[in-house]
């Protein structure tokens, strides 16, 4: 996961964590992709607003990046504004939550986009 807010974090690894997945976090833009091609995680989630890269970008990058372009991206994010989650969803989000959001839903979301009953990496 990639977000640069300590509370967010918090709070996604607590409940990632409960459901056994296991996270690996980033908190700033720029570290994303290459450790998304070092660790291969099974998914990706993202915040918007991050210092060095955004979420908007990054995912960009990864649909320009063979070894990512397949990744499951879902991006977290304070911006409510429809256009904004429309772009999201345009440049490769497969799901956007606006904070506040409920974080035991976003666990069963995973899940179901994993396609497993038992979490897998996260990143």
Do not use: W
């Amino acid at each position: 996961m990639a977000d640069d807010d300590p509370m967010m974090i918090k709070l996604l690894e607590f409940n990632l964590r409960k459901a056994g997945f296991a996270t690996l976090v980033c908190r700033e833009g720029l570290s994303v992709c290459a450790r998304a091609r070092e660790e291969r995680p099974d998914l990706v989630i993202l915040d918007v607003n991050m210092p060095g890269r955004t979420g908007l970008e990054l995912l960009g990058d990864f649909k320009a990046d063979p070894q990512l372009a397949a990744l499951p991206v879902v991006v977290v994010t304070s911006e409510g504004k429809s256009s904004t989650q429309d772009e999201l969803r345009a440049a490769g989000a497969k799901h956007v939550y606006t904070k506040p959001f409920s974080p035991t839903m976003l666990v069963e979301h995973l899940q179901r986009l994993l396609g497993k009953a038992s979490p897998a990496t996260s990143a």
